[in-house]
């Protein structure tokens, strides 16, 4: 079941670096990317048949380069404007990975993103995207339905 | 016939892509209004003539679908074009809102989907050419 | 790439596989050209995209706009289509390293930033095209798995 989250987790994470953020993701991380350091997390809460988090974690000088690429602008966007945008980076994530996992019956509501604050959980299911010089870290986090995270 | 376009979405790079797309794709824009939930939204349709809103569903405050509920229960908006912009991927969400007589467009979208669902809603697109080719 | 003012010209490329066809016209001047383009980033190889920025979507689109403006194309003016990205293989999931795909995320992010929609594309699956633009009537015709049609 951990494998399936994982390839989920991907799937929706490459599908929106690349048709939102314009990046070109890859599975496999180099030494530049995993030594990237981290700059921002934002997380958004689900909940539906089973109610978790999604961890967005970005390190290495992608988070101007996001929300730029989203506006489609040169100049570096805001830092507000930064925060929104991988806040809504891991909003349409989230939206494309539920369905992945439980199916297109299942109702989710997903809330607003908001900073990561500090988990005691250990995620289900961990994924790294290599983009650019950087990476993105997604944790997904089940608190509702343990069944779920041990199958 | 200048078109008067709501959006209506949390997230302001969201509402600033969309934007960006409607002035794009080439539209008789009139006035673009902009809303962060269902609630402003809601204002902004009592103080404003508007042909068109584009919705999203995850809001705070009050959801896409209270508002188009609300909408829906209004004489002077009953009609009101709506297109969802989301990532739901509830397929039984999905058909109890169009229902209501809303479009999807699904997120991530690319701006010519989203131009041509535009397009479809105001009854400039044949439902049978899309920006994906033939005719 | 080919850029004509030409009414009379027909420009046609070949074997788009996982390269990009992109086609610009201007149907007030009858000015157009057609790009083929086989990957996404010079960054790869910045010394050949010195002798040949065509090969390279990032170098080669916009040395198609700056030709087709100095041949007498009007930005506001412009059609671009698109046709091509195809996988290596029959399901993308099985393409590693997802050419077809990159070319198109990068072609997308330039016309973005440059504030430019596509007016119609071909993209995607696993079959070669052929492209071919008729300068004094702008129609673009795609050839493809013995099919033919008006993009």
């Known amino acids: ?62 988070l101007p380069i ?12 805001s830092k507000s404007l930064q925060y929104d945008a991988l806040g809504e980076i891991a909003n349409v994530i989230c939206g494309n990975m539920l369905p992945g996992i439980a199916g297109s019956k299942d109702v989710f509501h997903v809330s607003a993103p908001k900073m990561a604050e500090s988990i005691d959980l250990p995620p289900v299911a961990e994924v790294q995207v290599g983009l650019g010089l950087g990476r993105a870290d997604l944790l997904l986090f089940v608190s509702r339905y343990p069944a779920l995270a041990e199958e | 016939m200048a078109l008067n376009i709501l959006v209506v979405d949390d997230s302001s790079v969201m509402r600033a892509i969309i934007i960006k797309t409607l002035h794009l794709s080439q539209l008789p824009l009139g006035d673009v209004h902009q809303a962060a939930n269902g609630q402003e939204a809601l204002k902004v349709l ?23 509920n609300r909408l829906r229960q209004n004489p002077a ?17 999905k058909e109890v809102l169009m229902q209501k007589g809303a479009r999807f467009v699904h997120k991530p979208f690319t701006p010519e989907t989203l131009r041509d669902a535009i397009l479809r809603t105001l009854g400039g697109l044949d439902e049978q050419k899309a920006g994906d080719g033939t005719i | 790439m080919k850029v004509s003012a030409e009414k009379g010209d027909l420009i046609i490329t070949h074997a788009l596989g996982s390269c990009l066809g992109v086609v610009v016209h201007d149907p007030v001047a009858c000015v157009g050209g057609l790009l083929h383009v086989m990957l996404p980033l010079s960054t790869i190889d910045p ?34 289509r698109v046709a091509g990205g195809a996988n290596s293989w029959n399901r993308e999931e099985d393409d590693f390293f997802q050419i077809g795909k990159r070319n198109l995320v990068v072609l997308r992010k330039l016309l973005w930033k440059n504030g430019l929609l596509l007016k119609s594309y071909d993209v995607g699956g696993s079959i070669s095209r052929t492209m ?4 004094g009537t702008g129609k673009v015709t795609i050839k493809s798995g013995g099919q033919m049609k008006n993009l």
């Open chain 1, 66 to 77: 996001i929300a730029a690429n989203m506006l489609g602008e040169e100049d570096v966007p």
């Open chain 3, 132 to 135: 071919s633009l008729e300068i």
């Open chain 1, 1 to 62: 079941m951990s494998k399936k989250l994982e390839t989920e987790l991907f799937k929706a994470a490459t599908l929106t670096f690349e048709e939102l953020g314009f990046l070109l993701p890859t599975p496999e991380i180099d030494e530049q990317q995993l030594n990237a350091q981290v700059e921002a997390a934002v997380s958004v809460d689900f909940e539906g048949p089973f109610s978790g988090k999604l961890l967005v974690r970005v390190c290495g000088g992608l």
């Open chain 2, 77 to 93: 908006t009953s009609d009101l074009p709506i297109i969802i912009v989301s990532t739901e991927g509830s397929e039984s969400r």
């Open chain 3, 47 to 80: 010394a050949k995209a010195q002798t040949n920025p065509f090969m390279f979507v990032d170098t080669g689109f916009p040395e198609l706009l700056i030709e087709c403006f100095e041949t007498g194309a009007l930005r506001q003016r412009l059609e671009i």
């Open chain 2, 46 to 68: 009592d103080g404003n003539w508007i042909d068109l809103a584009l919705v999203d569903i995850n809001m705070p405050v009050m959801d896409g679908e209270e508002m188009i």
